[in-house]
Nanobody, 126 residues
């Protein structure tokens, strides 16, 4: 089954940065919007950021606005999530997901996304 692959997670101190990558080499990548979601222990999965198929539209959760930036390189079939000023509450497993979508993107409907990666752990120490 086609599955995107996340990487770039790890342990970082509060205030630090990480860049997550999501590679979807088996997909016609530029047909898909891409979302990042996260799930902390004991909490529901929440949307973090998304980017439209063209890269022209992005959406972010209020909790990460101004700190996280999404971008994509369609030639490399990769989406990036640059995470700056990380906080302990950002600790979670981060998943990327793809949805075939003509325009725009949303992070409020995870059920809309068709293909999910296995996740990468991000841990922010205080």
């Amino acid at each position: 089954q086609f599955q995107p692959v996340e990487s770039g997670g790890g342990l970082v101190q509060s205030g630090g940065s990480l860049r997550l990558s999501c590679v979807a080499s088996e997909f016609p990548f530029d047909y898909y919007a891409i979302g990042w979601f996260r799930q902390a222990p004991g909490k529901e999965r929440e949307g973090v950021a998304c980017i439209s198929r063209s890269g022209s539209d992005t959406n972010y959760a209020d909790s990460v606005k101004g700190r996280f930036t999404g971008s994509r390189d369609n030639a490399k079939k990769t989406m990036y999530l640059q995470m700056n000023s990380l906080k302990p509450e950002d600790t979670a497993i981060y998943y990327c997901a793809l949805v075939r979508k003509r325009s725009g993107c949303t992070i409020t409907l995870p059920s809309e996304y068709t293909f999910w990666g296995q996740g990468t752990q991000v841990t922010v120490s205080s």
